[in-house]
């Protein structure tokens, strides 16, 4: 017979061992990534799987499909028959059906074979449990001609159980046993039940002499905030198999949330809850947040909390806010990178701890708007060395610069310094860097010294240097090191 006059279920065709190579495909069942992982499986699966004859294959020959071990079975060996083969009968689409009894209510049929105008039938069905394989050959009377087709529908009472991506094997041989051909099909795949997805991460440029507002953002409209927009999905419909029951979604953010004030030089040492607000696309409140306070380390985890009802089961990506505001002045904090890792706490038995979907995910950062070039060992007034720095502005532009350090003993300094001129090398040397810090002439230091300058990032570079009689030493900078502060 020629195909199948209606089209062949194809989202699957792995086929191909040669020109004589039995065409296998399926719409693939799919299963939960994650419950898979979990060890979770999805019993009693229906599917169907189709296959295009590339060589005739005589009456009496025997097919066998053998599947992977993921796919189980073993549940249709449910037969007393001799040797365990159910005979199948000729209704014209030929069920196999338990003991061979005929198709009924209380008696469904387990495995249907489609021949469609086919006139060749098959008989002798069998299941081996060893090899997880069924076998049955072509019924006496009419071969399988070269691109006949036929169907298989495995119903729900047929028991086939899937626990990961796997495939079937197809393959034909004569009654002597030798090969005429084989082909194999993918059944079941895997994909991910669960996604998170950055859509807008934050990233405000710091205004760099205050440090309490934004002078530049996502929302020009309000310079001392910046939001963070994220999205997540979680399948939990009947089209995704062995998925998994979330109870709690939560996405953790990482970084230094600190700004690293004090009493003393500002107003508020760190943020806080109250700094941030975790709503749903129509601004809504949803869900809670954490901030963790301020440890031995700079970097803080905000802890975001969604439980399922502000999640869809459907698979659908479902966006959320997050806004930060500065509010009463409060210095917004130069993070760094912002990582962010996205967990799930399920319901189902045997699985432990929350689920880790995604993790070092880019979230953004906020940053002085401002060139930030730092020297990490810069000493200053030791006897027979003379350290400084050779500043290169290649804008038209004139640049401010603002100084800060910090010495071996922890001491926090800072100072302005003359302007850099555009087009212009300045060299600062190390007496004009104590003065612009208040230190004392009289002493050496060792410090490490970041220059906030305001200028476009590449517009201004610079070389350090120390010079101990006729010796000179190169001293690194964080653009050398390719250091983004």
Request: net charge negative; no cysteine; glycine share 8%.
């Amino acid at each position: 017979m020629k195909l199948f006059k209606k089209a062949l279920l194809a989202t699957a065709i792995v086929g191909a061992f040669g020109a004589n190579a039995a065409t296998v495909t399926s719409d693939p069942v799919k299963l939960s990534a994650e419950g898979v992982a979990n060890k979770l499986s999805a019993a009693n699966v229906a599917f169907d799987v189709d296959f295009v004859i590339g060589k005739e294959t005589p009456a009496a020959s025997k097919i066998t499909l053998t599947f992977d071990q993921t796919i189980s079975v073993k549940d249709l060996n449910l037969n007393t028959g001799v040797d365990n083969i159910v005979n199948v009968t000729s209704d014209g689409k030929g069920y196999v059906t338990v003991d061979g009894q005929a198709v009924s209510g209380t008696n469904p049929a387990l495995v249907t074979f489609d021949y469609g105008t086919g006139s060749f039938t098959f008989d002798k069905f069998k299941v081996d449990d060893t090899t997880n394989s069924i076998e049955f050959v072509v019924n006496l009377g009419n071969p399988l001609t070269a691109n006949s087709a036929f169907r298989m529908s495995f119903a729900t009472d047929a028991g086939v159980d899937f626990s990961g991506a796997g495939n079937v094997a197809y393959k034909a041989t004569t009654v002597a046993g030798a090969e005429i051909e084989t082909g194999t099909g993918v059944l079941a795949t895997t994909t991910s039940q669960f996604a998170f997805n950055v859509k807008a991460p934050f990233n405000g440029l710091i205004e760099r002499l205050e440090k309490d507002t934004f002078s530049k953002n996502a929302d020009s409209t309000d310079k001392q905030e910046d939001k963070l927009v994220f999205e997540l999905s979680n399948n939990e419909s009947s089209s995704l198999q062995a998925h998994l029951t979330a109870t709690t979604h939560t996405v953790v953010l990482d970084g230094n949330f600190n700004n690293g004030g004090s009493t003393t030089t500002t107003p508020v040492t760190q943020l806080v809850n109250g700094d941030f607000a975790l709503t749903n696309a129509s601004a809504t409140a949803v869900g809670s947040l954490a901030l963790s306070a301020v440890g031995s380390t700079a970097n803080q985890k905000l802890t975001l909390t969604l439980p399922t009802a502000n999640v869809a089961a459907t698979g659908a990506k479902v966006p959320f806010n997050l806004t930060f505001d500065s509010g009463d002045a409060k210095v917004i904090p130069e993070t760094k990178d912002i990582l962010a890792t996205y967990q799930v706490t399920v319901s189902d038995a045997g699985v432990t701890g929350p689920i880790t979907v995604s993790e070092n995910v880019d979230a953004g950062k906020w940053a002085l708007d401002a060139t930030i070039i730092n020297i990490p060992y810069f000493p200053v007034g030791f006897t027979g060395l003379s350290t400084s720095v050779h500043f290169a502005n290649e804008s038209t532009n004139a640049a401010d610069v603002l100084v800060e350090a910090i010495d071996n003993n922890g001491k926090e300094y800072k100072g302005t310094l003359a302007d850099l001129a555009g087009n212009t090398v300045t060299k600062v040397g190390q007496d004009t860097v104590m003065k612009a810090l208040g230190l004392d002439t009289t002493k050496s230091y060792k410090l490490s010294v970041t220059f906030n300058i305001d200028a476009n990032t590449g517009d201004v570079n610079a070389y350090a240097f120390s010079n101990a009689g006729d010796a000179r030493q190169a001293l690194v900078t964080s653009q050398q090191k390719g250091q983004d502060k």
